[in-house]
């Protein structure tokens, strides 16, 4: 080894003792472990959490396409990789999201757990001297509160508006919390439970047949289990754990679809640097929502208004990364919306029926 020469812990090459960093492999000489380092290194290598996220994140917020077309021109290194932006922000995303969904998680099941509980009386020790007709009014009035309140908040599921809400609580008869069926004789089904039947006995109780094939099985097995335990929360928990998954099937369709209205301006992955640009904008934005919603609850409202300005953001970075007028950006931005619409509605069935099918 020459004088004034020092080995690479990394490569075991040897350089000058003046160099910061290896000319080989680019690790630093004098790379000391620390509690400091060893996080830095963690955050870094595994979120990309570094200096170059603050640099990417102003244009990714208020210069729509900017940092796609940036990337495209060879500009690599400046800013945040595509993915690893739209990685990290994802996970921020459903770390916030977590806190809303465990919310509601819990609050379905103690919902559905009160609705289809037949044995639940409501007791009014106020008005027990009342007359008969008095005592029928409080409990309609009653009654009618509770549908109220549980048919607003559980708006994200039904997706009711509060004019079909209120056409209900305005009926003449409410409907009552055993109309609800499951599709087979459920006293039947209550007398088979109470003597320990096997699960094979009540499936042939609920319909199941012989010849029937593994899907439908599967089936029956689940809405015994969730007739059973009643817990609706699960299911959507279930479903909330799913989503990161199927988005990673969504987000290429959608540049697909890019490719397909834009198949003259670059290859595929040009357009999925442009798709992962976009989605971590929306995430962003909801991580945003959601984070405030956690302090303080944000009007429905707001959800149309978000709903726009995630289009409108669209329509603006197609415009700019595509260099195509106002008109015909507005006009692919309108129908490459309306095409990936399908696809996310039947992920969001493919994903239910997941949920239930496995939760």
Request: net charge neutral; charged share 20%.
């Amino acid at each position: 080894m020459k004088p004034n020469q020092i080995h690479c812990q990394n490569c075991e090459q040897s350089f000058d003792e003046s160099f910061q960093f290896c000319p080989h492999c680019g690790q630093k000489a004098n790379d000391e472990l620390t509690i400091s380092v060893l996080f830095y290194n963690t955050i870094s290598n595994y979120f990309s959490f570094d200096a170059r996220f603050f640099v990417s994140f102003i244009p990714l917020m208020f210069k729509p396409g900017y940092l796609a077309k940036e990337f495209i021109k060879g500009k690599r290194l400046m800013y945040l990789h595509p993915a690893q932006m739209y990685l990290f922000i994802s996970v921020v995303f459903f770390f916030i999201f977590s806190f809303t969904a465990r919310d509601q998680v819990n609050t379905l099941n103690n919902d559905f757990q009160e609705i289809f509980d037949k044995d639940s009386t409501v007791v009014l020790d106020s008005i027990q001297t009342r007359k008969r007709d008095s005592i029928k009014q409080v409990k309609d009035s009653v009654a009618r509160k509770e549908i109220e309140m549980a048919l607003k908040k559980n708006k994200f599921i039904t997706g009711m508006s509060d004019k079909e809400i209120d056409s209900i609580i305005k009926l003449d008869t409410l409907p009552k919390k055993n109309d609800i069926s499951f599709g087979f004789d459920e006293s039947e089904i209550d007398s088979l439970l109470s003597v320990n039947a096997s699960d094979e006995v009540i499936y042939k109780s609920m319909g199941l047949e012989e010849d029937d094939g593994w899907f439908l099985r599967k089936l029956y097995a689940q809405v015994l289990k969730f007739y059973k335990s009643k817990d609706a929360g699960n299911i959507v928990g279930t479903f909330y754990d799913t989503v990161p998954i199927a988005l990673f099937f969504v987000l290429p369709i959608f540049a697909l679809i890019l490719k397909l209205f834009y198949f003259k301006r670059g290859t595929y992955a040009h357009h999925l640097v442009f798709s992962f640009y976009y989605f971590s904008f929306i995430f962003t934005v909801l991580s945003i929502i959601f984070g405030i919603n956690l302090i303080y609850e944000i009007p429905d409202s707001i959800d149309f208004l978000i709903a726009l300005s995630c289009f409108i953001y669209l329509f603006i970075a197609i415009k700019r990364f595509y260099n195509q007028g106002w008109f015909l950006s507005f006009v692919k931005t309108s129908l490459s919306t309306m095409v990936f619409f399908p696809f996310v509605l039947i992920a969001v069935i493919v994903i239910g029926l997941f949920a239930f099918m496995y939760y």
